[in-house]
């Protein structure tokens, strides 16, 4: 399971605290593979992020967003799993060991927030992915996964300058339909809309290939019964976000009924 970036919401509202609390739990309920990190993600707060990380036990990655003042990366360049087989006493057998790691476009974060420009410096995606990808293959990789949070041309740009990876999921760009296209050895994927589409990529090694397929499953995810788990926490989200609102009535209303008397008084 993979999440592309821009998963924050930015904007404040009077029970955003209460919504990400509820969100980030869903999301570790959910047991994230990678979770890239957007300009979203910074905007939203980065020390909030990195404690919501670490709380929730969310995998972020970014191999390109850096601290200005020490150079050193916001979140781990790369993330190592292995995936499928079976476990045994002397490991796990038949499976698939996958790299993934993230690059972001720097506009996307500096015409969006100035404050955060002056905190973090992102480097060229492109230069970024090269460096990252050679250090992903000293690990003996069956697979590499890059997602691109840079926009749709630009991933294609990005997998001519980048042999030897898979498979580029594109994102920041909000399509209605899952959309993809092979450029030489490598698919490129661009997720349809959020909450409306659940883009699942199939990999199937044979031999010495690998079989790649993307399918849509947005509309089957819907048809599904609802978890129990992810039920439950709704109804606690629902329950908790209606008391706030019932104490912020009760808070207002003195007030109304004080201003009620002065004009009478008047």
């Known amino acids: 399971m993979i999440d592309a970036g821009d998963f924050c919401d930015r904007i404040g509202t009077a029970y955003k605290d209460i919504k990400d609390q509820y969100f980030f739990r869903g999301m570790q309920m959910m047991k994230y593979d990678a979770v890239a990190v957007g300009e979203n993600e910074i905007i939203f ?10 709380q929730y036990r969310l995998p972020i990655t970014s191999s390109n967003v850096t601290y200005r003042d020490s150079g050193e990366l916001f979140a781990p360049k790369y993330i190592i799993k292995k995936i499928g087989g079976k476990r045994s006493l002397f490991g796990r057998r038949g499976s698939a060991k996958v790299g993934i790691f993230s690059v972001m476009q720097p506009v996307f974060l500096y015409a969006n927030s100035k404050r955060a420009s002056k905190i973090f410096k992102v480097l060229e995606p492109d230069v970024a992915a090269l460096e990252t990808v050679s250090r992903i293959r000293e690990q003996d990789c069956d697979m590499i996964i890059a997602i691109s949070h840079i926009g749709w041309r630009r991933s294609l740009a990005l997998a001519e300058k980048l042999p030897g ?14 959309m993809y ?16 589409s659940f883009t699942e990529i199939t990999a199937l090694f044979e031999a010495d290939s690998l079989r790649i397929e993307v399918i849509e499953r947005g509309k089957e ?4 019964e609802y978890d129990t ?13 209606k008391e706030l609102r019932a104490k912020r009535r009760a808070k207002a209303e003195p007030r109304v009924k004080l201003e009620g008397r002065k004009r009478k008084l008047k």
């Open 229 to 241: 788990g992810m039920a439950e926490l709704e109804k606690q989200y629902l329950k908790e976000t």
């Open 181 to 196: 296209e092979w450029v030489g050895g490598t698919l490129v994927v661009n997720p349809g809309r959020k909450q409306t």
């Open 45 to 54: 707060g980065y020390k909030k992020l990195l404690a919501a990380a670490e």
């Open 221 to 224: 995810i819907f048809e599904l």
């Open 165 to 178: 990876v898979d498979i580029i999921i594109n994102s920041h760009e909000s399509r209605r339909e899952a």
